[in-house]
């Protein structure tokens, strides 16, 4: 069973479109994140939630809302899709605590915006 | 200022050989952890190893090793015995904080490993 699951593995879309991207973990863990990876393979930190409450919000366009039903799902959801938004989106997930806070990722999901 | 530091963009190993990557830090905070990762050319992120800054020991997984020097803010990563497998990007993150939040990763750029037979 894959820990950390992403849905779609790959997004193609057109320009305006509105698109989400579903993450789940069954490690019990209850915090869990979304980084962009861009087309330099640089990773940045989005967005964290841990039980369900927002905790980090980068400076990310308000056209990204991630949505978190419950501890388990982390759900990304981005409207007016533009260009620069082209890039691999990776959920990850970890336990709060010091030590024991590793983050383990999801398989990514390549958006391609057209 | 950058947080985290890469500075080997890429690097050609003989197989079998020992390599070592190249990973400074920069934080104000006395409290924080250092993670490795590997990013194969199927593009999933892998966790490695794990460093806080309070250990007193290097940490070790297997043929992983972390050459933690805190005076100097350096933490790189030591795999011996390369094998072809290895070939991948290799990132250095920190975790500023003692954890207990849910504190983002900061990344480096990467650097992309290559072993050759």
């Known amino acids: 069973d894959t820990a950390v699951s992403q849905t779609p593995k790959y997004l193609v879309t057109q320009m305006g479109n509105d698109k989400s991207i579903k993450c789940e973990q069954n490690l019990g863990h209850d915090t869990m994140y979304w980084y962009k990876q861009d087309s330099k393979k640089f990773l940045k930190i989005m967005f964290s939630?841990?039980?369900?409450?927002?905790?980090i919000n980068e400076t990310v366009p308000n056209r990204f809302s991630p949505k978190s039903p419950d501890k388990a799902h982390l759900n990304l959801h981005i409207n007016s899709l533009e260009l620069g938004d082209s890039a691999v989106y990776f959920c990850?997930?970890?336990?709060?605590?010091?030590?024991?806070?590793?983050?383990?990722f999801g398989a990514g999901t390549r958006l391609s915006v057209l | 200022a950058q947080k985290i530091t890469q500075t080997q963009p890429g690097m050609f190993v003989q197989e079998k050989e020992a390599v070592t990557l190249d990973c400074t830090y920069d934080?104000?905070?006395?409290?924080?952890?250092l993670f490795w990762y590997k990013q194969p050319s199927s593009g999933e992120m892998i966790f490695l190893i794990y460093q806080g800054s309070y250990d007193q020991q290097n940490a070790t997984e297997g043929r992983y090793s972390l050459n933690f020097q805190k005076a100097r803010k350096s933490a790189n990563l030591v795999i011996s015995a390369s094998q072809l497998g290895d070939s991948a990007m290799y990132f250095c993150?920190?975790?500023?904080?003692?954890?207990?939040?849910?504190?983002?990763?900061?990344f480096g750029k990467g650097t992309h490993l290559i072993i050759q037979p």
């Open positions: 939630y841990n039980n369900k409450e927002l905790i």
């Open positions: 934080t104000s905070d006395p409290s924080y952890g």
């Open positions: 993150a920190m975790r500023e904080g003692s954890g207990g939040g849910a504190d983002g990763l900061t």
């Open positions: 990850a997930s970890s336990q709060a605590g010091p030590r024991v806070d590793i983050q383990y």
